[in-house]
């Protein structure tokens, strides 16, 4: 019966799936991608390996692949939590006919797992090419073997397959909980997801998160300077952790985080500034949601940019582990890579949370608004989301690259890349604003009578 319903659910809202069916399809191919380089100096003979730069396929696999399924498990879980609030009110309808949480859990399961299913195919295929470049890339910089090839696809894509099916059903297991904790009845009453205040549990998790992001600080800027590759992976999973402490304290945090810059926009702009301000503070859950894929986004990239122009600093003495020129390159590559999630999130949020308000729009019209009013307050409201996006994004930043600054250079006060920082503030309005003005746009197509009793 659940895989019935699954298919029915994905069959009537694929829409609704296409952000999680997006991020897993990066999951499939880049697990695959470093799984098949995992064995590509099979067979390559030991001298070959040793004149290699760099720590070796392996190491460069495993240190990717670790973040990699991190950050994968990151993104199902806001992806997904989308995905249940398109079908919330047929869920709620299933609990009032007596389904259990149970089952409610395992249809969210079996979903998960589908779109795994139908993503692993061309993600495996991506995933072979992908590897076959990217070891090209490390041969021409001396970073693997020039006899090392590219051979075991399938095993890999097969494991890969796995890794993601393993990391959505857990996702689906979390997010199921939004609609299995509240009573039936409740759940049917709030046809748009459960209260957005975060309650007890919520808040102790964000609690334990800020602990561990602290412990894993600690742990980093206390590496000698023989251990800096060790510093640098505690730094990035310190980082993910600290954005996890963010999501989970989000309907807190950006309320508050927006007051100051929203008293700027209404002191500006009366009309349409005090508009923007008082929608995004009014729904403390839709402005979080937008908020922290976009302080996801940013916080990994500027982290990742910093740290390498960090280890290129104390590259100009000796070079030494991940403080050389040629992993600072590695850095890079992986900046790319975990910034292509990063952007999966917050595309899919920002579509998702403006298509939501198809009939707030309707009445905003009806009452007198024109087109081109609404889109104005849009456009000063996802300025003002990838404004406290780039707050909080950069907030985590500071913190975990004074730690790695502090194990690479003796210094807590890391090299700042202006141009690459700015760079990546400018990515973040350009792609928060023209998606939200995309997507109301779309809205708005139809007629607002035709929405607003909707």
């Not at 089952?103 to 779109?115: D, N």
């Not at 997010?175 to 102790?204: C, E, K, N, Y």
Request: charged fraction near 10%.
């Amino acid at each position: 019966m659940s895989l019935v319903l699954a298919v029915r659910q994905l069959q009537r809202r694929p829409a609704g799936f296409a952000g999680l069916a997006a991020a897993l399809l990066l999951a499939v191919a880049t697990v695959t991608a470093l799984g098949s380089l995992l064995g590509a100096e099979h067979g390559v003979p030991a001298a070959e390996r040793r004149e290699i730069r760099g720590p070796g396929l392996g190491l460069i696999a495993g240190a990717f692949g670790e973040i990699t399924v991190l950050v994968a498990f990151f993104v199902a879980l806001n992806t997904l939590g989308f995905a249940l609030r398109h079908q919330y009110r047929d869920l709620a309808l299933l609990r009032t006919v007596a389904a259990t949480p149970r089952q409610i859990r395992r249809l969210l399961r079996v979903q998960a797992g589908l779109t795994v299913l139908l993503v692993a195919l061309p993600g495996a295929l991506l995933g072979g090419a992908g590897a076959r470049t990217f070891l090209a890339a490390l041969q021409h910089r001396a970073m693997a073997a020039p006899h090392a090839r590219v051979t075991g696809v399938v095993p890999a894509a097969l494991v890969a397959t796995a890794v993601t099916l393993l990391v959505a059903t857990a996702a689906a297991s979390l997010t199921a909980r939004h609609v299995t904790a509240p009573t039936p009845a409740a759940a049917l009453a709030d046809s748009s997801g459960p209260d957005p205040r975060p309650g007890v549990l919520r808040l102790l998790a964000a609690t334990a998160a800020l602990a561990g992001g602290a412990a894993l600080l600690r742990l980093a800027a206390t590496r000698p300077p023989a251990d800096v590759d060790q510093a640098a992976q505690a730094t990035l999973l310190a980082t993910l952790v600290l954005l996890t402490a963010v999501a989970l304290a989000g309907p807190l945090l950006a309320p508050l985080a927006a007051a100051p810059l929203g008293r700027v926009l209404r002191t500006l702009l009366p009309g349409t500034g005090w508009q923007a301000d008082a929608n995004l503070r009014g729904y403390a859950r839709r402005l979080a949601s937008a908020v922290v894929p976009i302080a996801l986004l940013t916080g990994l990239s500027a982290t990742m940019a910093t740290m390498t122009g960090t280890a290129l600093r104390a590259a100009a003495g000796p070079p030494d582990g991940a403080t050389s020129a040629t992993d600072s390159w590695l850095r890079q590559a992986e900046l790319g890579l975990l910034g292509s999630f990063g952007a999966i999130a917050t595309l899919t949020t920002l579509v998702a949370l403006t298509g939501e308000r198809r009939r707030e729009f309707a009445l905003l019209r009806l009452l007198g608004a024109t087109r081109a009013h609404v889109l104005r307050v849009l456009a000063l409201e996802a300025a003002l989301t990838a404004a406290l996006g780039l707050l909080l994004g950069g907030l985590v930043t500071a913190a975990t690259t004074a730690a790695f600054a502090t194990a690479a250079t003796g210094s807590p006060v890391p090299t700042v890349p202006i141009a690459a920082c700015g760079w990546i503030a400018a990515a973040a309005g350009l792609l928060t604003v023209p998606t939200v003005l995309a997507a109301a746009a779309t809205a708005m197509r139809r007629p607002p009578a035709a929405l607003a009793g909707r």
